[in-house]
C-alpha cells in the first residue's frame, strides 16, 4: 500500500533528510552561536560546525574547504558568479555565453547584464536532447569573452550538458567557466578539477537538506578566480559574502553533501531502477508518448515526457494526488509553454502535454507502480475526450489543419 | 492554485463528452483554440431545423481542466435554448457558474467562441444553396 499523495517531483525540491535534521537541531538550541564571534565558546562552536560543513561540500565536488563560500541558495551563488566575474573582469572584456536552458537565475543574471550595458550575451542553442554543441560554444568565444555558464544538468529534461569537454576549452581560451550544477551536485560524480569548473553553484535544498542555503565554488588555484561581491558588509566568507552564517542550514547543507557523496553510487542504481521501471511501464501501456531529454546522458531521477493529445495541466488536475510538474503553458503564469521544452524543438502541442517526474531518494517501487497505473489511466480517459486524439485517429494531420484562435 | 468544486466536479465527470455520427443532420460543429496554444475545444449541437432548439450537444476538448469543465457546463447550458439565446451566451456566465479565476478567463472565452462557431456552422448549413451534401461536420477549424 502506498501513502497518498506521493511526491515525485524531486527537481523542484527534496524532503530534508532526517539525519540531516539530526545533525542541524543542536544548532537552533544549545549550539546557537554566531561563527563570526571570536571571543567565546558559543561562537568557536559554530565556527567549528561551519568549518566542518565547509569540508563535507568541498569533499563532495573535489575542492578545497576554502573555496567554499556559503550563499542563500543557488539562486544567489549564480547571481554572484555571473555579475561578479563580469564586474571584476570589465577591463579584460564584456561578453558572456550561456545556453538557452539555463535557469532563469542565469538567463535573469545575464538579462540585467544586458540591460545595464555591462556586457553582450550569446545564448548557445541546444540540439533536440537539450545538449549544447562544444563546437558551437567554440565559434561563439571572442577577445571579449570573460564568462561561460553552461548548467550541468538540466532541472526540467536532466540532460547533462559534456561538462569536462566544456571546461577543456574554457581553460585553453582562459575564459572563467560558472557552472549552475544544483541538479548534478550529489546526483552524479562532479569533480571541479576534472570537470575544468571555476565557479559552481549547488543548493542545499535540491539534495535532502534544507532551504535558503547554498554555496557557491570558487576556484583558487590554476587559476585563481575573482569576484566582485554582491553583497557588501561585514566581510564575512572571505569578503565575496557578507551577512552572518546561516550555521544550521550549513550544517543541514554540510551533513546533506556527506551524506550524498557516501551514498551515491548505490542511490544511483536504485533510482535509476526506478526510473527505469516508470518510464517502461508508461511507455509500453501507452501510445504516442514521447521522451524529452536525451535518452542516455541524463539525471538517473528524471523522466519528462509529452503525451501526445493531452493537455499537461488536465492530467495533472487528473492526477492530483502525485506531486509532479509540467511543462504545460496553463500552469505557468506567463501563459507559455516550457521554454526548456521547446528549445529542444518539440512541437509546440507535445510542449503542452509534457510532464516531468522527478524520483527521488524516498520513493519506493510501489509508488512507481501507483504511479504508472494512475498516468495511464487518466491519459486514456483524457485522450477518449480531446479531439486531437479524435482527429489522429481518423487520420487527419493535425499540421495541416487551419486553426482559428483569437 | 486551487480549482473550484465545480470546476473538479465538471472535469471529474464530465456532460456530454462526445461527437455525433458523421453524416448526422442538423448538426453544427465548432472548433476552436489551437494545439499550439494549449487549448482546442470541439462542440456539436444539434438544433432543430422547424423550431431552431437546441435538442442536444457533445464536446471534446484538449485544454486545461477549466477548459474541459467549461465546455462540459457549456453543453448543459444550452441544451433546451434557441439559438438566438444561445448566440447570447457570454463569458461571464460561465466564469461565474464554474468561480473561475482570472488566469482561466480565456478558457470560458473559447467556450463562448465554440457556442458561436458551432451555431454559424449549423447556419451555414441551412442555406438552401449549400445544403445536403454538406452536412458532413467540418473537419476543419472554422473560419468565422
Ligand atoms: C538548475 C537550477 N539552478 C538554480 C536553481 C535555484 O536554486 P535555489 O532554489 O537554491 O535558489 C534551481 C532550483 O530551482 C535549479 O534547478
Ligand atoms: S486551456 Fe490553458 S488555461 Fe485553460
Given at each position: 500500500?502506498?501513502?497518498?499523495?506521493?511526491?515525485?517531483?524531486?527537481?523542484?525540491?527534496?524532503?530534508?533528510?532526517?539525519?540531516?535534521?539530526?545533525?542541524?537541531?543542536?544548532?537552533?538550541?544549545?549550539?546557537?552561536?554566531?561563527?563570526?564571534?571570536?571571543?567565546?565558546?558559543?561562537?568557536?562552536?559554530?565556527?567549528?560546525?561551519?568549518?566542518?560543513?565547509?569540508?563535507?561540500?568541498?569533499?563532495?565536488?573535489?575542492?578545497?574547504?576554502?573555496?567554499?563560500?556559503?550563499?542563500?541558495?543557488?539562486?544567489?551563488?549564480?547571481?554572484?558568479?555571473?555579475?561578479?566575474?563580469?564586474?571584476?573582469?570589465?577591463?579584460?572584456?564584456?561578453?558572456?555565453?550561456?545556453?538557452?536552458?539555463?535557469?532563469?537565475?542565469?538567463?535573469?543574471?545575464?538579462?540585467?547584464?544586458?540591460?545595464?550595458?555591462?556586457?553582450?550575451?550569446?545564448?548557445?542553442?541546444?540540439?533536440?536532447?537539450?545538449?549544447?554543441?562544444?563546437?558551437?560554444?567554440?565559434?561563439?568565444?571572442?577577445?571579449?569573452?570573460?564568462?561561460?555558464?553552461?548548467?550541468?544538468?538540466?532541472?526540467?529534461?536532466?540532460?547533462?550538458?559534456?561538462?569536462?569537454?566544456?571546461?577543456?576549452?574554457?581553460?585553453?581560451?582562459?575564459?572563467?567557466?560558472?557552472?549552475?550544477?544544483?541538479?548534478?551536485?550529489?546526483?552524479?560524480?562532479?569533480?571541479?578539477?576534472?570537470?575544468?569548473?571555476?565557479?559552481?553553484?549547488?543548493?542545499?535544498?535540491?539534495?535532502?537538506?534544507?532551504?535558503?542555503?547554498?554555496?557557491?565554488?570558487?576556484?583558487?588555484?590554476?587559476?585563481?578566480?575573482?569576484?566582485?561581491?554582491?553583497?557588501?558588509?561585514?566581510?564575512?566568507?572571505?569578503?565575496?559574502?557578507?551577512?552572518?552564517?546561516?550555521?544550521?542550514?550549513?550544517?543541514?547543507?554540510?551533513?546533506?553533501?556527506?551524506?550524498?557523496?557516501?551514498?551515491?553510487?548505490?542511490?544511483?542504481?536504485?533510482?535509476?531502477?526506478?526510473?527505469?521501471?516508470?518510464?517502461?511501464?508508461?511507455?509500453?501501456?501507452?501510445?504516442?508518448?514521447?521522451?524529452?531529454?536525451?535518452?542516455?546522458?541524463?539525471?538517473?531521477?528524471?523522466?519528462?515526457?509529452?503525451?501526445?493529445?493531452?493537455?499537461?495541466?488536465?492530467?495533472?488536475?487528473?492526477?492530483?494526488?502525485?506531486?509532479?510538474?509540467?511543462?504545460?503553458?496553463?500552469?505557468?503564469?506567463?501563459?507559455?509553454?516550457?521554454?526548456?521544452?521547446?528549445?529542444?524543438?518539440?512541437?509546440?502541442?507535445?510542449?503542452?502535454?509534457?510532464?516531468?517526474?522527478?524520483?527521488?531518494?524516498?520513493?519506493?517501487?510501489?509508488?512507481?507502480?501507483?504511479?504508472?497505473?494512475?498516468?495511464?489511466?487518466?491519459?486514456?480517459?483524457?485522450?477518449?475526450?480531446?479531439?486531437?486524439?479524435?482527429?489522429?485517429?481518423?487520420?487527419?494531420?493535425?499540421?495541416?489543419?487551419?486553426?482559428?484562435?483569437? | 492554485?486551487?480549482?473550484?468544486?465545480?470546476?473538479?466536479?465538471?472535469?471529474?465527470?464530465?456532460?456530454?463528452?462526445?461527437?455525433?455520427?458523421?453524416?448526422?443532420?442538423?448538426?453544427g460543429t465548432g472548433?476552436?483554440?489551437?494545439?499550439?496554444?494549449?487549448?482546442?475545444?470541439?462542440?456539436?449541437?444539434?438544433?432543430?431545423?422547424?423550431?431552431?432548439?437546441?435538442?442536444?450537444?457533445?464536446?471534446?476538448?484538449?485544454?486545461?481542466?477549466?477548459?474541459?469543465?467549461?465546455?462540459?457546463?457549456?453543453?448543459?447550458?444550452?441544451?433546451?435554448?434557441?439559438v438566438?439565446?444561445?448566440m447570447?451566451?457570454?463569458?461571464?456566465?460561465?466564469?461565474?457558474?464554474?468561480?473561475?479565476?482570472?488566469?482561466?478567463?480565456?478558457?470560458?472565452?473559447?467556450?463562448?467562441?465554440?457556442i458561436k462557431a458551432a451555431i454559424t456552422d449549423w447556419r451555414k448549413h441551412?442555406?438552401?444553396?449549400?445544403?445536403?451534401?454538406?452536412?458532413?461536420?467540418?473537419?476543419?477549424?472554422q473560419e468565422g
Amino acid at each position: 500500500m502506498v501513502k497518498l499523495p506521493i511526491y515525485m517531483d524531486n527537481h523542484a525540491t527534496t524532503p530534508v533528510d532526517p539525519r540531516v535534521i539530526e545533525a542541524m537541531l543542536p544548532y537552533f538550541t544549545e549550539k546557537f552561536g554566531n561563527a563570526a564571534s571570536r571571543n567565546h565558546s558559543f561562537g568557536w562552536e559554530a565556527e567549528e560546525a561551519v568549518d566542518r560543513a565547509r569540508n563535507q561540500i568541498a569533499a563532495l565536488i573535489g575542492a578545497k574547504s576554502k573555496e567554499i563560500i556559503i550563499t542563500s541558495g543557488a539562486t544567489e551563488s549564480d547571481n554572484l558568479a555571473i555579475k561578479g566575474v563580469v564586474e571584476f573582469y570589465k577591463d579584460k572584456g564584456n561578453h558572456v555565453i550561456t545556453c538557452v536552458t539555463e535557469h532563469k537565475a542565469v538567463l535573469d543574471s545575464c538579462r540585467a547584464l544586458e540591460r545595464t550595458g555591462k556586457a553582450t550575451v550569446t545564448y548557445l542553442p541546444v540540439d533536440k536532447y537539450g545538449m549544447v554543441d562544444p563546437d558551437d560554444l567554440r565559434n561563439a568565444i571572442t577577445d571579449k569573452t570573460v564568462l561561460i555558464t553552461i548548467m550541468y544538468a538540466n532541472n526540467e529534461v536532466g540532460t547533462i550538458h559534456p561538462i569536462a569537454e566544456i571546461g577543456r576549452i574554457a581553460k585553453e581560451k582562459g575564459i572563467v567557466f560558472h557552472c549552475d550544477a544544483v541538479q548534478a551536485v550529489g546526483k552524479v560524480p562532479v569533480n571541479v578539477d576534472r570537470d575544468g569548473i571555476d565557479l559552481l553553484s549547488l543548493s542545499a535544498h535540491k539534495i535532502y537538506g534544507p532551504k535558503g542555503v547554498g554555496a557557491i565554488y570558487v576556484r583558487s588555484k590554476g587559476p585563481r578566480v575573482r569576484l566582485t561581491p554582491q553583497m557588501d558588509g561585514g566581510g564575512h566568507e572571505r569578503g565575496m559574502r557578507s551577512g552572518t552564517l546561516n550555521v544550521t542550514g550549513i550544517v543541514g547543507l554540510g551533513k546533506a553533501c556527506e551524506i550524498a557523496g557516501a551514498e551515491m553510487e548505490e542511490e544511483n542504481r536504485r533510482l535509476l531502477d526506478l526510473r527505469n521501471k516508470l518510464q517502461a511501464g508508461i511507455f509500453e501501456r501507452l501510445d504516442e508518448v514521447y521522451l524529452n531529454g536525451h535518452p542516455t546522458a541524463r539525471l538517473p531521477g528524471n523522466l519528462n515526457v509529452s503525451f501526445a493529445y493531452v493537455e499537461g495541466e488536465s492530467l495533472l488536475m487528473g492526477i492530483s494526488d502525485i506531486a509532479v510538474s509540467s511543462g504545460s503553458a496553463c500552469t505557468s503564469a506567463t501563459l507559455e509553454p516550457s521554454y526548456v521544452i521547446r528549445a529542444l524543438g518539440v512541437d509546440e502541442e507535445l510542449a503542452h502535454s509534457s510532464i516531468r517526474f522527478g524520483v527521488g531518494r524516498f520513493n519506493t517501487g510501489d509508488e512507481v507502480d501507483f504511479v504508472t497505473d494512475r498516468v495511464t489511466r487518466e491519459v486514456k480517459r483524457l485522450r477518449e475526450m480531446s479531439p486531437l486524439y479524435e482527429m489522429a485517429r481518423e487520420g487527419i494531420d493535425l499540421k495541416t489543419v487551419q486553426w482559428k484562435s483569437e | 492554485m486551487a480549482y473550484s468544486e465545480k470546476v473538479i466536479e465538471h472535469y471529474t465527470n464530465p456532460r456530454n463528452v462526445g461527437s455525433f455520427a458523421k453524416g448526422e443532420d442538423n448538426v453544427g460543429t465548432g472548433i476552436v483554440g489551437a494545439p499550439e496554444c494549449g487549448d482546442v475545444m470541439k462542440l456539436q449541437l444539434k438544433i432543430n431545423p422547424a423550431n431552431g432548439v437546441i435538442e442536444d450537444a457533445k464536446f471534446k476538448t484538449f485544454g486545461c481542466g477549466s477548459a474541459i469543465a467549461s465546455s462540459s457546463y457549456v453543453t448543459e447550458l444550452v441544451k433546451g435554448k434557441h439559438v438566438d439565446e444561445a448566440m447570447a451566451i457570454k463569458n461571464t456566465a460561465i466564469v461565474q457558474e464554474l468561480n473561475l479565476p482570472p488566469v482561466k478567463i480565456h478558457c470560458s472565452v473559447l467556450a463562448e467562441d465554440a457556442i458561436k462557431a458551432a451555431i454559424t456552422d449549423w447556419r451555414k448549413h441551412q442555406e438552401p444553396a449549400v445544403e445536403s451534401a454538406d452536412a458532413v461536420p467540418a473537419r476543419t477549424a472554422q473560419e468565422g
